[in-house]
Structure formats: structure tokens, C-alpha cells
């Protein structure tokens, strides 16, 4: 395949994302491209390709889904209409109460017509009127206690009393599902001179001055195998130390101009999508890691788009990747406290790449240079019942995972380098950390999503370890070593979660987590395909990365298309170590 065809199908000037079906063919493994560089194993067709077998997607794919968890999706679906229906079924008993009474003072008020018939006379009318207001007199005087009474002596007939009921139901699991529902979410496009190849990147380094040889290698290494594309973005600010003259711009204006062009952009957008005036927006969160500013970036959102005084914004920093969740998580429970009335939330996830760039050349601090690309993605929430019927998605669960221990609290760590350069450490652990948050974390929402086939194993599992782990302490006790040795050693059982869910949104880390996950949860390609893009087309954008690779899955993805009913389920790692997950569901 030539080079510059494999760059011109692998970016889409409109959205930077394509098919992957589309761009590179499905026996062509790794490619060069630009000067020798290969691509890595990564950037291959992301469509599963069996060893005996045509392309496997989803058609080919077959896995046993759990019914009970497609009826539970399809009322969560169908429940987005109750709040219309209950309005109906008011205006419904309303009628029902008016032809009861005319029905009922029709023989006894003076009219021309027949018996039987009714006469729309002002006596009429009036009579009518006043029928209804002693009934709702009556209802409230004996608080709804005389229409339970059967017989002559009740005041409602006996198809009043089942309509009466029935919005009784439907009021109450409306006031009891307490829902938060996405309206929109936007993500930020970065312009043409934003975007960056493998090439320039490493001829920006060199411009630094500051790496040793040896560095300038190691990053190309990286680059190499990092799984991200040739139309990556850049801040301008150092993206201009490519034009001859100019250094790289790393100063707080800077930095400020490139937080005011993403989240301006991706607010706007994400407002206008959820047709949300920014009046309206009554909780704000914001989360950056790593630029926190004075005033803070909430303060420059609510200045710039005017939004009401006594909003409740919150600014989240240090949290590292799986900050998005978190901030849902946080917004979710400010809105649960406008429960009644209702209320609307922004979320804003992103990373300023401006001020940090590493300028040392400790090997642990490098890695932030060759992954970490310019992004955002704003998401507009809701909890008003009548919000349903026009929301994107449901939120049905959120699950963060805090690791306690110093090793895990290492692993991802600012700090300056011998030279007294500021950067990010990441430490060699960081997968097995990683990999420990995220099954507590898998545990802890398993429950939630799984259904009780793929659950009972896992119980089952942990049951028979602790019963082993148990009878050998108690061996050992007795002095018999030897045969609490030869005890069998009972693997945990990993339960199938796309038994429960339908689509995967995993942090484009890197492709070495991307392909942890994959082979540990045992997911198909087509799962992880809008991971994969996101980290071709984008690049690690830290936080926002999820939201990415959710609207791969909306608007892109043919291997395996979203439907009404789908479940998503986002996962995401953030320094600290934290492990995050969510799922939505598709209305």
C-alpha cells in the first residue's frame, strides 16, 4: 500500500475519523509509512479475522444475551414516556370526573332534550362546574378516603377509581427512578494546524534542545508503537516552534488561549445539540489535571457564556484519566438534589497540553511527550422527567475503585527529574496496578450489569478460594505442611460481561492497555475497535478520551452498530490509582 493513500484514508479532514473497514486492507498487517516508520500491530483492521473463517462481525459474532437484562433495558426505554402518559392520564380523569357529573345531573336539570340526553346550556354548564368542584371538595375534605367506599354511598364510579389507580402506579415509579439522562455530548475538532505527523512531533523535540540523542530515539520508539495516527493535535504554542524563527510558547496565556478555544467550542456545541441555554445550566464541573488556573476554568465558562449567578460550579484538578466519570458522578448527585423541580448539569473533561511538556530526559517522564494529544468533550445532563423522551442516553450506574497503597499511589506522580524538570513519572507497575483496580472495580459493578448465570460462578469461585485458603492455614496449624501444599489452586472465575453489556468505551491509554483489556475480558475486536480509533485518530486526549470513542460507536461504527436498548459501558484509569466505570443506556 503506498504511503500517501494510507494517509489520505486514515484522516477525514470533517470528523478525523473513518470506518477502520475503510482504510487499510485486512491482510495487510504492518505498513511503512513516512521514511521507514512502521505502523504499528495496532493500527491493523480492527475487524476480527478468524483463521477458517470470512471477517467476523457482529452478525457472525454470537453470544447468549440475557433476557431478563433486555426487558429491564427496554423498560428503562419505554419508561422515558411515563411522564407523558401520566400527563394524558390526568387530562384523561379529568374527563372521566366531567361525564360522570353531567351524566349524573343530567335528569335533574331543567333542558329541552330528551330524557337521557344533555343540553349544553349556561344551566348546564354551570351545574357541571359546580359538580366537579364538590367532588375534588369532597376528596379533599375526607382525603381520598370516601372513594375507596363501594357501593351507593361512593363519590367516584367504579372506572374513575381504575384510572385513578393507575396514575397512582405510574406516579410513583416516576418519582422513584430519580433518572439522569444525557442530552448531548460534544467533542472538541481540532483545526488543520493543530494536527501534527510522527515526523514533525519528533522535529518538535529536536527544536526543544533539550533532549539527548539517545531521548530523541527512545521517543521515536515510542511513537512507533504507540498506536496513534499521522493527524494528531497539538496546542499552537508548540506547534509553532516548527516555523523557523519561532520557540515553543509554554507561558500561562498560552496555555489559557488553548483552554478558551477548547472548552468555548465544545460548550457551545454541546449546548446547542441539547437546544440548553446556558441559563439553564444550574450545576457546572470541570475537570483538568494538570492546569488550574486563578480564576479557575469554571469561572471562565460562566464569564464567557453568561451563565446565572447562583450556579453551583465546581473545578476538579490531579485526577488524572478517569476524571470524566468522576465529574458524572459528581453532577449526577448535585442533581439529585433538585429532585423535584429538576435540573440540568454541564460536565467539561479535558487536558492543556501548553504547560506541560517534559524538557528533562529521564526515561520515566518521557512517555507524557509521544501520548498525550489536545482534546475535550462537554456533556449536558439531566433529571427532569420530561427530559426523557428527547435524551440520548440513561445513566444507570457509576462505580469508582480509590487504591490505598503507596505503590499504587507512585505509579502515576508529578515531580521534578534530577534536573529539577517538571513532569509526570509513570511507573513500571502501572500495569499491574492497574490491573488489580480494575477487577475490584469489575467487581464491585459486576452485580449491576451481569445477569445471575455469570454471577453465581463468581460467588461460587470466591466461595471455594476462601474454603482452600482456610483448610491450608488450618493444616499448617496442625503441622501438615506438605498436604496444604498439594491443596489445588482454584483460578478466579472471569464472568462474560457482554452477557450484559453491548458496547465498550476503554481509555485510550495506550495499545498495551487496550490489548490487556481485550484478551483479559475476552472481548472481540469489533469491542475494542472504538478504542483503538480513538487513540489513531486523537491520540491519549486523558480524560475525554471515553467520549471519543462513544461517539466512534454513535456515529461511525459499522462492525458493530448502537441501537435503542444497547448498553455502553465506560472504563476509565486515573492517577492516584483509581479505576472508573459507567454505564449508559441507549434510549
Known sequence: IEAKSVQRLAIDKRHACLPYHTLIPLQVRRVKVNNNMKRSESDSSFVSVPEDGPVKDYRDYRVRKSSLIATVNWSHVIGTYLPTLFLVGIGV?????????????SSKVEHKASPGEID????????????????????????????????????????????????VVMGWIVLNDNP?????????????????????????????????????????????????????AWPPGIVQCL???????????????????????????????????????????????????????????????????????????????????????????????????????LVVSTEIITPNLYHGNERGFLLQ??????????????????????????????????SNSEEAYNCVYEAQDGDNHRGVRLSKEIVKVAGKCMEKNMTTIGPYVLPLSEQIPVVTTMALKFMIKMTGKLLKMCGQEKLAAKLPNKKHYVPD??????????????????????KNMKLELFHTEPSRMALLNYGNTSSSSIWYEMEYIQEHQKT???????????????????????VWLKL
Open 93 to 105: 380523569l379529568f374527563a372521566q370526573l366531567v361525564h360522570q357529573v353531567v351524566t349524573d345531573l
Open 243 to 345: 516555523e523557523e524563527g519561532k520557540e515553543t510558547d509554554r507561558s500561562i496565556s498560552a496555555s489559557r488561549k488553548e483552554a478558551e478555544t477548547v472548552i468555548f467550542d465544545i460548550v457551545e456545541s454541546a449546548l446547542k445539540k441539547a437546544k440548553v441555554h446556558p441559563k439553564e445550566v444550574d450545576v457546572l464541573v470541570i475537570n483538568c489535571s494538570l492546569f488550574s488556573p486563578t480564576p479557575s476554568l469554571c469561572a471562565m465558562v460562566i464569564s464567557k457564556f453568561g451563565m446565572r449567578q447562583d450556579i453551583q460550579s465546581f473545578n476538579l484538578s490531579g485526577m488524572g484519566c478517569g476524571a470524566s466519570l468522576i465529574s458524572v458522578g459528581l453532577a449526577k448527585d448535585m442533581l439529585q438534589r433538585r429532585r423535584l423541580q429538576g435540573g440540568k448539569a
Open 560 to 582: 458493530n452498530p448502537l441501537k435503542k436498548g444497547h448498553r455502553i459501558m465506560q472504563v476509565a484509569f486515573g492517577s492516584g490509582f483509581k479505576c472508573t466505570s459507567g
Open 497 to 518: 460481561f457482554k452477557r450484559g453489556i453491548d458496547h465498550f468505551c476503554i481509555h485510550a491509554g495506550g495499545r498495551a492497555v487496550i490489548d490487556g483489556i481485550e
Open 120 to 167: 349544553f346550556s349556561i344551566e348546564t354548564i354551570t351545574a357541571v362546574i359546580l359538580g366537579v368542584r364538590e367532588i375534588f371538595s369532597n376528596l379533599l375534605s375526607t382525603f381520598i378516603v370516601a372513594p375507596l367506599q363501594s357501593g351507593e354511598g361512593g363519590i367516584l364510579s367504579t372506572h374513575v377509581k381504575i384510572t385513578t389507580l393507575v396514575l
Open 180 to 232: 439522569t439522562y444525557m442530552l448531548s455530548f460534544s467533542t472538541f475538532k481540532a483545526p488543520e494546524h493543530w494536527k501534527v505527523s510522527h515526523p514533525q512531533i519528533i522535529q518538535m523535540m529536536k527544536n526543544q534542545k533539550c533532549f539527548t540523542d539517545d531521548s530523541i530515539k527512545f521517543m521515536e520508539r515510542l511513537l512507533e508503537r504507540s498506536g496513534t495516527g499521522q493527524s494528531t
Open 369 to 402: 511527550n509521544t501520548l498525550f494529544r489536545c482534546g475535550g468533550a462537554a456533556i449536558v445532563l439531566s433529571n427532569s422527567w420530561m427530559d426523557g423522551r428527547r435524551a440520548w442516553y440513561k445513566l444507570l450506574h457509576t462505580v469508582r475503585v480509590q
